[in-house]
């Protein structure tokens, strides 16, 4: 068996780095790595070293977000936690909600400060980005399921 550790760290740093709270991304990353289908809360905190309620805010964010689930596990008295099958399609098709929020966040700033002004025009902008995101989201995220599907079928 392969010692992933180092990849997995990097990959932690990486996603924390990216906005995600470290033992989360920490926890995301164990679970990308496992080498096993599922995981127990305690093995990612054994295996990560960080404390059980550390382990326990990530599994209810990254299951709140999508990316992961709780599995059965026969014989088992403990929880086990995988990452879900078409996890990133999931979290891509959730952040449409955070997507659409963004763009009527950006058209209420343009109402308050003024089409024509300074920030007016940099709200435009951003409330024309994430229209654009809000209606090409899930038609990209379908095209990548497609694709996936087409890549299984070979």
């Known amino acids: 068996m392969a010692d992933t550790t180092d990849a997995a760290e990097r990959m932690a740093l990486t996603l924390a780095q990216g906005g995600m709270q470290k033992a989360t991304a920490r926890v995301l990353a164990g679970l990308l790595f496992a080498d096993s289908e599922s995981v127990t809360a305690p093995e990612l905190a054994d295996g990560l070293g960080i404390s059980s309620g550390s382990v326990s805010g990530a599994i209810k964010m990254l299951s709140t977000v999508g990316l992961i689930e709780r599995v059965p596990a026969p014989g088992s008295r403990r929880e086990h936690y995988r990452l879900r099958d078409g996890a990133w399609a999931t979290l891509m098709s ?41 209606r090409e989201l899930p038609a990209l995220v379908e095209r990548w399921r497609a694709e996936r599907a087409g890549r299984r079928a070979e």
């Open 94 to 134: 959730t952040q449409n909600g955070m997507v659409q929020a963004m763009f009527e966040a950006a058209d209420q700033g343009i109402d308050a400060a003024g089409r024509d002004s300074v920030a007016g025009r940099r709200l435009e902008e951003m409330r024309d980005f994430y229209g654009f995101m809000f």
